[in-house]
């Protein structure tokens, strides 16, 4: 059985930082493309950033470019988000995504975790 175990939210205010972190087991995990969605309230699920599985390709959502950085550590299973300059609009619950190839569309994801909320204070 898959497993996506997200860490790292809380609050913090605006221009602070955050690192979020997302653990997969019971599937190579080097095989998926990871990204990060976030979800806040009365929203959709938007994409926010993805890394290939070999880290050779990273995207991101206009509204975080130069603010947040993806990366991944496949000799511990584990993908992060460290979070820079936020904003209280950064204000939701962010969620980890395992799928076989990149795409900032939810339905085309495997696997998810079970979100961890991320709070911004003005």
């Known amino acids: 059985q898959v497993q996506l175990v997200e860490s790292g939210g809380g609050l913090v205010q605006a221009g602070g930082s955050l690192r979020l972190s997302c653990a997969i087991s019971?599937?190579?995990?080097?095989?998926?493309?990871m990204s990060w969605f976030r979800q806040a309230p009365g929203k959709e699920r938007e994409f926010v950033a993805s890394i290939s599985w070999n880290s050779g390709s990273t995207y991101y959502a206009d509204s975080v470019k130069g603010r947040f950085t993806i990366s991944r550590d496949n000799a511990k299973d584990t993908v992060y988000l460290q979070m820079n300059s936020l904003k209280p609009e950064d204000t939701a619950v962010y969620y980890c995504?395992?799928?076989?190839?990149?795409?900032?569309?939810?339905?085309?994801?495997?696997?998810w975790g079970q979100g961890t909320q991320v709070t911004v204070s003005s």
């Open positions: 995504g395992a799928a076989l190839t990149y795409s900032p569309i939810p339905r085309n994801y495997d696997y």
């Open positions: 019971g599937r190579t995990f080097s095989r998926y493309a």
